[in-house]
């Protein structure tokens, strides 16, 4: 938050108006009606949400003290997940993963025994909580719609919210399911209990990005499952690289 802050000053300072946040879904907390909309109550509950919701308010702020110096998209990710079709980039967490794809290729290539599936008794269609997976190729499409929407010759956008999502809920088993269609083998795992702070269904309503930046995503789960194994079995081991050592 406070690196945020200094940056605006900044660049209030250079008189540079156009600016593109990197805000996440987690700032809706427990939704209130599915699919989300960006007029949806904000509510984040967990310490990473917080700071996107705390950043997300200072943007609003300096756009309602100074309209004509400000022109801001704070944009709203869902689920990012995949790779560069190439299998050069990719995401490598450093020790275990947080999230969920990663950890799921890592028991593909072997690197963990199993995946621990939290919760099968979520009020959705097998139990699993269900969340919007967006590829990380339509994401950074997302962000360059953006800079065309605030770089362009239409009216200023002021301060706006966009959700950048497919609007198509995936569950954790059909995600599962995608990873062992992908590489050819099941996926081992096992059913464990809820985590606190865990909702059931996330998914966003994307037609504001299709509105008003002319974007949509175009990639499935098919396509992120695919480009998933090919970066984790081309770098089982991330950008890590074994060096051999000789005498």
């Known amino acids: 938050v406070a690196g945020t802050t200094n940056l605006l000053d900044v660049l209030r300072e250079r008189g540079i108006k ?14 209130e009606a599915l699919p989300l909309k960006e007029n949806c109550r904000l509510q984040a509950m967990s310490p990473y949400g917080r700071t996107k919701l705390f950043i997300e308010e200072i943007l609003r702020d300096c756009h309602a003290s100074d309209p004509s110096a400000w022109n801001v998209l704070v944009l709203r990710y869902f689920n990012p997940i995949g790779a560069h079709p190439s299998g050069r980039i990719g995401e490598d967490p450093q020790g275990i993963p947080n999230n969920l794809m990663p950890f799921v290729a890592q028991v593909c290539v072997g690197r963990r025994e199993k995946l ?9 269609p097998d139990g699993t909580g269900v969340r919007d997976y967006i590829h990380v ?10 800079l065309d929407r605030l770089y362009g010759d239409g009216e200023p956008v002021g301060c706006e919210a966009v959700n950048l999502g497919t609007g198509q809920g995936v569950s954790v088993l059909e995600l599962v399911e995608g990873m062992a269609k992908a590489t050819g083998k099941p996926v081992p795992y096992e059913m464990a209990p809820r985590r606190p702070g865990d909702v059931a269904a996330l998914y966003a309503d994307p037609g504001r990005a299709r509105d008003m930046l002319k974007w949509k995503a175009d990639l ?10 090919n970066w984790q079995k081309n770098n089982p081991m991330g950008y890590k690289q074994e060096v051999e050592v000789t005498q």
């Open 137 to 146: 190729v339509d994401l950074a499409k997302g962000h360059v719609a953006a």
């Open 220 to 229: 499935g789960i098919k396509e992120m499952c695919e480009d998933t194994w």
């Open 18 to 31: 156009n600016f593109v946040f990197s805000s996440s879904a987690t700032v809706y907390g427990e939704p």
């Open 116 to 124: 621990s599936v939290f919760g099968d008794d979520y009020d959705t």
